[in-house]
């Protein structure tokens, strides 16, 4: 086997940076409490739009995206704690990305629904 086959050696990385990587993980965790918190108070809170569903619809993409956000931060903290082991580069993350586009998605369709069928009750 060559130094180049055999696979990295494991050390225990300096604590303060798994303690950061921890601190990035439960700050995505709370990020995704938070959307979750969103999607319960839009049904729960918003009157409803002129459309059928429309708070259920974007209270589901909330939650979904939410879970999404779980998902991602679990996969990114494992990766980052495997490279600080292993002494390789950090992996790129497609999370912030994915969080942008769909809180950007749910916004433009609250003031299309509210601009366009107004809120009942209001």
Same mark, same amino acid.
């Given at each position: ?39 319960? @108070? ?7 739009? &002129? ?7 974007? @209270? @589901?993409?909330? @939650? ?7 998902? &991602? ?27 942008? &586009? ?15 069928? &107004?809120?009942?009750?209001?």
């Amino acid at each position: 086997m060559s130094e180049s086959d055999e696979p990295a050696k494991e050390h225990e990385p300096d604590y303060r940076f798994t303690l950061a990587n921890e601190r990035t993980f439960l700050a995505w965790i709370r990020t995704a409490l938070a959307l979750l918190a969103g999607a319960v @108070a839009i049904t729960q809170l918003v009157p409803d739009f &002129g459309i059928p569903h429309a708070r259920e619809l974007l @209270a @589901a993409m909330l @939650a979904i995206l939410s879970v999404a956000v779980v998902a &991602g931060s679990a996969l990114r903290w494992r990766s980052a704690q495997r490279a600080m082991r292993c002494d390789a580069p950090l992996p790129s993350t497609l999370l912030p990305w994915l969080l942008a &586009g769909g809180v950007v998605i749910v916004g433009v369709l609250i003031m299309a629904f509210a601009l366009t069928y &107004g809120v009942n009750g209001a």
